[in-house]
């Protein structure tokens, strides 16, 4: 049998809990389908947490992302879930990347990048037109860093825009969202294991 994978998604709304959220919802959703793929997920919304602007691994007292990073450091799936705002990442999706900025300098034994070997989807919703682009920077962002990514490894809804309309409010999953997040959770699921089999090689 398979081994367990760990997910974490980091979800970048910017209401805090326990307020509804639709980024928190399409998060649940790719958690769930990557259940499906014997990962075990869990969800940090980080609006709920004081995080520190910087780009050090710890920013000092009362920085709550260094027990965030712990997560990470033992998830084998990153999943970045965020809204679109005026056709952009979240403000709190923007600090997330600049505090994984401090992973350019941190290495491993065999001096390969802290995140090699974990593999990093994303998920963007928004009753506004963005998506692509968002998960364009998004993805150039965890790259550079050195996440790894799927094919198909981002799940999306834009609503109509200039609307009210939100991804929380459909009365179902769209079939297309569906289909694609069943995607991204099977081809994340795989190239995590296969990068636990064969990890890249030392620098």
């Known amino acids: 049998m398979a081994k367990t994978l760990r997910a974490l998604a980091l979800v970048c709304t910017l209401s805090p809990s326990p307020a509804a959220s639709s980024s928190d919802l399409l998060a ?3 958690l769930s389908a ?4 014997d990962v075990a997920g869990e969800v940090v919304r980080v609006v709920d947490h004081d ?3 910087g780009v050090e691994k710890d920013m000092g007292p009362g920085d709550e992302w260094p027990a965030i990073r712990e997560r ?8 970045i879930a965020t809204p679109t705002w005026v056709g952009h990442p ?3 999706a923007a600090r997330v990347l600049e505090r994984l900025d401090a992973e350019l300098s941190e290495t491993d034994d065999a001096g390969r990048s802290s995140m ?3 593999v990093a989807v994303v998920a963007v919703v928004g009753n506004e037109d963005g998506a692509h682009k968002i998960t364009a920077d998004v993805f150039q962002a965890l790259n550079d860093i050195g996440f790894t990514i799927p094919a198909q490894g981002a799940t999306y809804w834009n609503g109509e825009a200039m609307q009210s309309v939100d991804y929380k409010d459909l009365d179902e999953t769209p079939a297309p969202v569906a289909s694609t997040t069943a995607t991204l959770a099977a081809n994340a699921a795989h190239l995590a294991r296969a990068l636990k089999i064969s990890a890249y090689p030392p620098r």
């Not at 990557?34 to 793929?37: C, D, F, N, P």
């Open 90 to 92: 979240s403000s709190v």
């Open 51 to 53: 995080v520190k602007p």
């Open 34 to 37: 990557l259940a499906g793929h």
């Open 116 to 118: 090699f070997g974990k």
């Open 28 to 30: 649940g959703q790719v």
């Open 72 to 79: 990470l450091l033992a998830a084998d799936i990153l999943l």
